[in-house]
């Protein structure tokens, strides 16, 4: 796929995302929340995602990176709740029509299943951190899905099962943001139905 700004990239995740068979999880006793994969240009007009870094002062998950997102909610619907925390983050504003569809829930060690919500922006936007949340705002180009060595699995004493990790500029950046990146770039963009459930996260994220 060619990542050149337009309706055919567009079209072409729209595509891929609708085709691809989405795995809710259960619930149970965990809490929900929506995490978005904002899609916008960049001052050069080419594709890009935003990608948060967490303010220091937070109380759990200080200083790590993260989509736009937060918990869901009572009364709220799925995308009410990722259209809010934009809002709310990062000052962008999308209505409705901004989403293109949904990928599959990701279990995290800190008590939450995490839906994450695909939105496109066509329109020339700016951005504003909250800083209360938000310790900065970048947008990723889509040609680091391109990059060599990225992602990386490695194994950790504490589990069985892989940690995934995204090298993203001169970031790295673990699960369970990574491994909802990673199905992004393998459903949307390479339309490969990749599951990414069984990724492990770092042990300082399990708080």
Not at 31 to 47: L, N, T
Not at 87 to 109: A, C, M, N
Not at 174 to 187: C, N
């Amino acid at each position: 796929m060619s990542f050149e700004w337009g309706a055919p990239l567009k079209n072409a995740i729209t595509d891929n995302i609708h085709r691809f068979e989405r795995r809710p999880i259960p619930l149970a006793d965990k809490r929900h929340a929506a995490v978005v994969m904002c899609i916008v240009k960049d001052e050069d007009g080419a594709p890009t995602f935003l990608l948060t870094r967490r303010a220091a002062r937070m109380r759990a998950h200080a200083r790590q990176w993260a989509l736009p997102g937060g918990r869901i909610d009572k009364g709220e619907t799925l995308e009410e709740a990722a259209l809010r925390e934009l809002r709310e983050e990062v000052d962008l504003h999308l209505e409705p029509d901004h989403i293109l569809g949904v990928l599959d829930d990701y279990e995290t060690r800190s008590g939450y299943v995490m839906t994450p919500v695909v939105t496109w922006v066509d329109e020339d936007i700016s951005l504003a951190a909250q800083d209360s949340e938000v310790a900065a705002i970048y947008k990723i180009p889509f040609t680091e899905f391109y990059r060599d060595g990225s992602p990386e699995f490695v194994t950790i004493p504490e589990s069985d099962r892989p940690v995934i990790r995204l090298y993203l500029n001169d970031h790295r950046v673990h699960a369970p943001t990574a491994a909802v990146i990673y199905q992004f770039a393998e459903v949307c963009l390479f339309g490969r139905p990749t599951r990414v459930s069984h990724y492990e996260q770092p042990v300082f994220a399990w708080k």
